[in-house]
């Protein structure tokens, strides 16, 4: 039988405020805390999870995107139109030329999360 493969479930640096972190990603994004283990908090939405882990590392931070497929991404665009983002953390809406319909949020602490339409190979 052949392996199959799950959800990735990333960690990544929530800088050195973890309760910052959950805030912003409970708070503005909509993610629930699914467990908390003090410097690790694993956050979930649907069935995208990340774990925030306590970590004062903001150059890793800057340099790394998470890619997460969205059933109707209008509709979390919309969504995200009415929450408290800080100038330049939330971007717009694009049909790109290859096709996708996506968004991106920078994170509090810098992490770029990319959303696009599930629906795009």
Known sequence: MAATLHPVTPFI???PDIQAAIDFYTRVLGFAVRWNAGDYVCVGRDSAEIILQRMDDRH???QLMLQIKVHDVAALAAEY?????SPGQLGALEVKPWGNREMHVIDHYGVCLHFLDAQHP
């Open 81 to 85: 139109a009415g929450r408290d983002f």
């Open 60 to 62: 890793t931070a800057s």
């Open 13 to 15: 640096p929530a800088g």
